[in-house]
């Protein structure tokens, strides 16, 4: 991932400086060696310089593991809720329809703690456009940050109706999360597809608040269902004999690098949800995601 900027000198000649942050898989080797740029020359790494750099490596993916097995507690946690009456909507006051339905947590992980002080009071303090893509989505998101609600070293929404429950947060360590509850006869794979642009859409957002487009997201998604609605055929439409096929089912770790590769990492996540869904994938989200990244 580049971060390039260009500098004019009043003669009319300038320069470009392209950023390049450090690699999430690093050290990388030529042959027996790893080198480093130390100026303009690229020399080996010492033994010392190759132990700390897999040592901080080693800290780092044990830290993204860590904050994994965190959300997928979270996951199960709120799906048990729901399938025990007890989980609440903070509107109504009221429990959750647990009928029949499902629900859907997803976590983007910072690849390195973003370690955001007074988050809060940051993403609040002036009124300005929150990340909203008019996607149509079982999802809400805030149009402007003052109606993010305060956390702990957080921010956070919570939107929705009787039969569908949504709640957005952002973590001052750089973990992202999205947990939908919804309560219907028939679901559709492009539903949780458009969350996915959305979390995609809201991770740029948080790169280029805090300056750091390096920055590297892991994306986990884990879906839990209740009673068995049905998904669409072939054709678009609903049979009632035709359900999900499981009663949990997740979504395998992917990396979400530079918004250059969006498009193609969408595309096969949509592809591994139709086919978790045990569906026929039509022709997908048709994004046009140049406008997409004006709405961050």
């Keep these: 991932m580049l971060e390039v900027r260009g500098i004019e000198f009043v003669d009319g000649n300038g320069v470009i400086i392209l950023r390049i942050g450090s690699s999430p898989s690093a050290p990388h080797g030529v042959g027996p060696n790893a080198y480093v740029r130390r100026g303009s020359n690229s020399e080996p790494l010492t ?4 132990q700390s750099m897999f040592y901080e490596r080693r800290t780092r993916l044990e830290r993204i ?15 048990n809720n729901w399938r025990s009456g007890l989980l609440i909507h903070t509107d109504s006051n009221q429990a959750v329809d647990n009928s029949t339905g499902l629900a859907f947590h997803l976590s983007l992980i910072s690849s390195e703690d973003l370690g955001i002080d007074n988050l809060p009071d940051l993403i609040r303090a002036k009124r300005q456009k929150s990340p909203a893509p008019n996607l149509n989505s079982i ?7 003052d109606q993010w609600k305060r956390g702990y070293r ?13 709640n957005i947060e952002i973590s001052a360590v750089g973990v992202i999360t999205i947990s939908n509850v919804n309560v219907d006869n028939k679901f559709h794979p492009a539903w949780y597809s458009k ?24 994306l986990h998604g884990k879906f839990e269902k209740v009673g068995d609605p049905p998904i669409p055929s072939h054709n678009g439409t609903y049979e009632t004999w035709i359900s ?14 530079s918004r250059a590769g969006f498009p193609t990492a969408h595309d096969v996540i949509e592809r591994e949800i139709w086919n978790l869904f045990a569906a026929e994938r039509d022709s997908g989200l048709v994004l046009k995601w140049d406008e997409l ?3 961050v």
């Design 47 to 50: 033994m010392r310089d190759m």
């Design 65 to 79: 593991s860590q904050l994994a097995r965190d959300q997928s507690i979270r996951a199960d946690a709120i799906a």
């Design 139 to 145: 999802v809400d998101f805030p149009s402007w940050t």
């Design 154 to 166: 957080s921010i956070s929404r919570t939107s929705g109706y009787s039969r569908n429950l949504s």
């Design 195 to 218: 969350i996915i642009v959305q979390a995609f859409l809201l991770a740029e957002w948080l790169r280029r608040w805090r300056g750091r487009p390096d920055i590297e997201f892991i």
């Design 244 to 257: 999900i096929p499981w009663q949990s089912a997740s979504i395998d770790p992917y990396s979400i690098a």
């Design 293 to 295: 990244f004006e709405s």
